[in-house]
């Protein structure tokens, strides 16, 4: 079976990372096909499929839609599968005209969350329930919540899957067999030997940093033993280096840019609680992967990450300035890391295997 899937980035990402893990997960009877632009996971994923590189595209492109059709009848592509609103309006289209049978679309992070103004948020919603309803044969929800929220986004319920992620099992053998010391990479980043809050995903408003920036430095007004690491690329890169230094943090928060895939487990493994400010989610790999590696874990109460966390991190109230401070000052205090740590894992195993969400994708495709 051939299948092609289509994305707009292949940074760092949890869309990113669903499509790394579908690559590597899915045997040899599919013939697998990446279309996207040049990022940090191509490398990962030639190492899997058969990957051509196109520039991103920013609206409407016809050429695109051109470009798909031709590759699609060239090399019989059999299943399409597109992730992410734009990609998904493009590949939808092309996959119809070329006949595609069976054409998965994925918006990861449902549109009504995102941090847009209102008027481009409901042409969106609008375009992209009409692409589900009519163009897509599935689209994928990460959790049930996401399907209730897609639901209310005018997507017709027979066309919604229920799939969640997994844990990438080359991460938790990384983390099963880290032996570092961890004065060793607070050295490394010229980082002291203190508390280490970790913030690690893309730097964008959804993600909301400049909530856990200001938080943070309620807490420095009362706690010198902490200090805080952010991690990760995106847009806000420099607007939060900026907000940093005018409330005098450097020293006490550290920003980090450029994030390798073992730099990620370095900064797991060497922080004390994990922090998770996200105005807007789809699933949150970030916040398994840290469950799986840290305690305690600190999360905005979004109804996505109560679910796929099962309730077992700390949560403050979403985009609550003094209920994240909370939260920091709590975290400081809890002592029985090790136990719940364990606890965590055993329940990120339990229930975001890979063997079982290849499975499931599989069944998917051919059915």
């Not at 092309?94 to 009504?112: D, E, K, M, N, W």
């Not at 008027?119 to 309803?133: G, P």
Request: charged letters at 25%.
């Amino acid at each position: 079976m051939k299948i092609l899937f289509t994305l707009n980035s292949s940074n760092f990402g949890g869309m990113e990372q669903t499509v790394l893990d579908l690559v590597q997960g899915l045997g040899f009877e599919f013939e697998k096909f990446v279309i996207c632009p040049e990022g940090d996971l191509t490398p990962n994923f030639k190492t899997f499929s058969k990957v051509i590189l196109h520039p991103k595209i920013k609206s409407f492109d016809l050429a695109y839609i051109k470009f798909l059709i031709k590759f699609i009848k060239e090399n019989e592509i059999e299943v399409i599968h597109a992730n992410e609103p734009r990609i998904v309006f493009h590949s939808m289209v092309a996959g119809f005209l070329a006949g595609v049978r069976v054409r998965i679309s994925h918006t990861h992070t449902p549109i009504s969350m995102w941090q847009i103004p209102w008027t481009k948020k409901i042409f969106n919603l609008v375009l992209n329930s009409l692409v589900i309803n009519f163009l897509s044969t599935k689209e994928i929800a990460l959790s049930n919540s996401i399907k209730k929220q897609k639901i209310k986004e005018l997507a017709l319920p027979s066309k919604l899957v229920v799939i969640p992620n997994c844990l990438d099992p080359t991460f938790i053998t990384n983390i099963a067999n880290y032996k570092k010391p961890r004065k060793t990479i607070l050295s490394k980043l010229k980082i002291e030997d203190k508390f280490v809050f970790l913030y690690l995903s893309r730097l964008t408003k959804e993600k909301n940093q400049k909530l856990l920036i200001e938080a943070f430095y309620s807490l420095c007004k009362t706690n010198n033993d902490s200090i805080l690491v952010i991690a990760g690329k995106g847009s806000d890169y420099e607007v939060l280096k900026k907000r940093i230094s005018a409330l005098n943090l450097e020293k006490r928060i550290f920003i980090l840019n450029e994030v390798s895939d073992a730099d990620k487990i370095d900064l797991y493994m060497s922080s004390d609680c994990f922090v998770f400010p996200t105005l807007a989610e789809g699933f949150g790999i970030t916040l398994i992967e840290a469950m799986f590696s840290c305690y305690p874990v600190i999360s905005s109460n979004l109804d996505v990450l109560k679910e796929v966390s099962g309730n077992k991190v700390l949560f403050f109230k979403n985009n609550n300035q003094k209920s994240l401070t909370s939260k920091l000052k709590e975290a400081l205090k809890l002592k029985e890391g090790p136990s719940k740590l364990v606890e965590n894992k055993k329940f990120v195993l339990a229930n975001y295997s890979t063997e079982k969400y290849i499975e499931n994708y599989e069944s998917l495709y051919k059915n």
